[in-house]
Nanobody, 126 residues
C-alpha cells in the first residue's frame, strides 16, 4: 500500500513556473513507476508524466514535453514535477499517482495507476 500527498500547487501567471511535490509512504515506493495526472474543468483525468522506479526512464504527454520535468528522490520517497512556461490550458487539479502502467482505453494508448493522491490545484492566469 502506498499513500500519496501532493503539495506545491497554486496560482501562477502564464509563462511562470511551479514545482509540485508528492510525498509517498510505504516501503514499496522505490519499486514503483510513479507519475502525475491532471484533470481540468469539465475534462477527464489525463496522463501528464511518469518516471520509472530507478528514475532512468521518463515519459511525457505530448503537450508538456520540453516544459515539464518529472524527477524522484527515492531516499526521500518523493517525486516532483517541475512545470515551466505554464499555459492557461495547464490549469487543473494535479494528481500524484503510484504504480503507473501503460494501458489501452478505447483503442488509445495511455497510462493507469493503482494509487492516487488527493490532488493539488494549479491555476494559470492569462
Amino acid at each position: 500500500q502506498v499513500q500519496l500527498v501532493e503539495s506545491g500547487g497554486g496560482l501562477v501567471q502564464a509563462g511562470g513556473s511551479l514545482r509540485l511535490s508528492c510525498a509517498a509512504s510505504g516501503r514499496t515506493f522505490s519499486g514503483y513507476t510513479m507519475g502525475w495526472f491532471r484533470q481540468g474543468p469539465g475534462k477527464q483525468r489525463e496522463f501528464v508524466a511518469a518516471i520509472s522506479s530507478g528514475g532512468g526512464f521518463t515519459y511525457y504527454e505530448e503537450s508538456v514535453k520540453g516544459r515539464f520535468t518529472i524527477s524522484r528522490d527515492n531516499t526521500k520517497n518523493t517525486i516532483y514535477l517541475q512545470m515551466n512556461s505554464l499555459k492557461p490550458e495547464d490549469a487543473a487539479v494535479y494528481y500524484c499517482a503510484g504504480k503507473v502502467a501503460p494501458t489501452v482505453v478505447a483503442g488509445r494508448s495511455t497510462y493507469s495507476a493503482d494509487y492516487w493522491g488527493q490532488g493539488t490545484q494549479v491555476t494559470v492566469s492569462s
